[in-house]
């Protein structure tokens, strides 16, 4: 029979078999019980030993791996990593799951872009697990699952933190006096009489069935990992020193994002041909970004600066696809540590600061601050990982909102008739 842990790692059959571990020291041993689950799944490849995990740590990467590439190459090989939807694996992948957590929480924090990955993937490794089960199965192990992380009539408000995060939508959900309704025999009895022409058994299948409770059950447990991911990261700042083999993981962890953006580019790079970030060229800039370049000399500076070109010259430089994506990220997915973003972009928007009349951050410095904040890394003098995510990187203005605010900007010319939004019409 299915584990329940084998979805969900933090259900209490997963707290159990972490408390079996033992040796903590053992995540580095090879494993034979666990080499040969994998190389015996159903279509796993195995033609080379670097797709087997030999221990622990091994799978642990795995899970990343397998997220990153499924994600971002297009070429990608599911067969290499099989083993990740065995059921049997699944004593070894709760505590890969945890190692995971618990490094990425004592390293980086919750807000990082490698909680945030660790996060993605654990929704998608129980979406693809859950999709290789049969009908009886799938359904039997959502409603455990969905019992225990979800109060039995739950108030929408149960799910306050998903929605406002946006990993979950209020449309998505049928709502009664403000429960949200996920069980059948509880739509029938609320709704049964209300229904005509149609029969209500099906009305539901087609207004929530398997598809709704699967969704909010991935989305609480994604929701859980990272307030797990949060307890780790703030015990580890008040308690004892992370254990030297949990900071070892994170810097694999991060070495696995950097060869993925290194290989891919960002967003996906090799999938669809969307435009690739790469070095400026500023004569390719638009009339309203070459004006805020050459320095503001009468009103508006500050908006320009912050405002306008901040978001300008980050998105060109590092992902001027953002409006054909559609996809919002972070800066540091695209430039992990941030070598652009201080070798290149701040030179160009302090420049041009600089060459306003009065300089901005002689005569006002205080707004460094608001710069940092249009960037995504919060209220703060510089950007630094350990803040991103306490604001929105702002998306560059459109040629309407820029005639709107700042229209002492616009002057167009030829090219701006193919423009809607100055931004990726700026590399070589
Ligand atoms: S039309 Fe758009 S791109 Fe051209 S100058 Fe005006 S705001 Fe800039």
Known sequence: MLSVAFINPLSDEGKNVVRELGDFERVLSDNDELMSIVTESRSQEIS?????????????????EWYVKKKNDRNFDNNKYEFLFNPEIYKFDIISYYLLCQAVGAKYGSNSRESRV???SQGKIMEY???????????????????SVVLSHPKWTFFEELLSSKKLRLHEMILDNGEVILDKDDFLERFS???????????????????????????????????????????????????????????????????????????????????????????????????VMEGIKSGGRNDAIIMF???????????????????????????PNL????????????????????????????DKVNLIAKLGFGM?????????????????????????????????????KKIGNPCPTTTE
């Not at 070109?309 to 800066?331: C, G, H, Q």
């Open 118 to 120: 660790l996060v993605e």
């Open 193 to 291: 009489s209300k229904i005509h022409g149609r029969k209500p058994d099906k009305m539901y299948e087609a207004l929530i069935g398997t598809r709704v409770k699967e969704l909010v059950m991935i989305k609480t447990v994604m929701q859980n990992t990272e307030e797990y991911i949060s307890n780790v990261s703030e015990k580890s700042q008040r308690e004892i020193e992370p254990n030297p083999i949990l900071l070892e993981l994170a810097d694999k962890i991060s070495e696995v994002l950097v060869e993925s953006a290194r290989s891919y580019g960002f967003g996906g790079g090799s999938r669809g041909g969307s435009i690739r970030a790469s070095a400026l060229n500023p004569r390719a800039f638009p009339p309203c970004v070459k004006n």
């Open 309 to 335: 070109l901040t978001p300008f010259i980050s998105y060109a430089r590092l992902y001027p696809s953002v409006f054909s994506e559609n996809i919002s990220k972070r800066v540091s997915d695209i430039d």
């Open 129 to 147: 697990r859950l999709g290789k089960l049969s009908k009886s199965e799938r359904n039997l192990a959502v409603n455990n699952i969905l019992n």
């Open 48 to 64: 080379d030993d670097s797709f087997i995990p030999r221990n622990y740590i091994d799978l642990a990467i795995k899970r990343i």
């Open 339 to 366: 070598n652009v973003v201080e070798g290149e972009i701040m030179p160009l928007i302090f420049g041009a600061a600089e060459r306003c009349t009065p300089p901005l951050f002689e005569d006002q410095p205080q």
């Open 380 to 416: 703060h003098e510089t950007a630094d990982l350990k803040n991103e995510g306490q604001t929105t990187w702002y998306t560059p203005m459109s040629c309407e909102k820029v005639k709107l605010h700042l229209p002492s900007l616009c002057k167009p010319d030829e090219h701006c």
